[in-house]
């Protein structure tokens, strides 16, 4: 199947949310896009997870998606780390379409966090239509972690100095 040309988004980039959002736990995932073109039956919407794990699944339920029926179903390939979602219902151009994987399908967040703007999480979808390169996935600010590091603050020591003021007479 071909991959599709310019299924993802209309002035605003496809979203990725986690619940909960804990580094290196099993998470539900929230995908949101808005297509460019109609999407049909069949249609595959494939994303790349580096750092993500889960155990290999050809099929799982998907826990819900807008509009009713977008998709029901999802799978996880753990060689390649991606998750593709499949697409059951037509979904018109420049509808929006959220889709969320639960927690069932044993997807685990990057033991290290996520950093803003990771490039490395991406986007494509194949379908009759034509073909589209992967593309960048905005993370939900509020499910990103800073930094991947834990800060450890330093312990501070603190030294009375012995006071130079007179009272007044």
């Known amino acids: 199947m071909p991959v599709s040309p310019a299924l993802i988004s209309l002035g605003d980039s496809p979203r990725l949310s986690f619940f909960p959002a804990v580094p290196g736990g099993i998470s539900n995932l ?17 994303l790349r997870l580096p750092g ?5 699944a050809n099929c799982f339920s998907t826990f819900s998606s807008t509009p009713s ?18 697409i059951t219902n037509y979904i018109l151009a420049f ?5 969320t994987v639960p927690m069932d399908a044993q997807i685990s967040l990057p033991v290290l ?17 034509g073909a589209l390169d992967y593309s960048r996935i905005s993370v939900k600010p509020s499910t990103l972690h800073p ?7 330093q312990p501070y020591t603190l030294h009375p100095q012995p ?4 009272p007044e007479p």
């Open 113 to 129: 966090g996520i950093l803003r703007n990771e490039p490395a999480l991406q986007i494509s979808a194949k379908s009759e239509g």
């Open 95 to 99: 509808e929006p379409v959220t889709v």
């Open 163 to 166: 006071s130079t003021l007179k």
């Open 52 to 56: 993500f794990s889960a155990p290999d």
């Open 69 to 86: 029926d977008a998709s029901s179903s999802a799978g996880w390939n753990a060689s390649t780390n991606e998750l593709s979602i499949r």
């Open 147 to 153: 930094t991947p590091y834990t800060l450890h603050p």
């Open 30 to 46: 929230r995908l949101a896009f808005t297509p460019q073109v109609p999407l049909n039956p069949g249609d595959l919407i494939m």
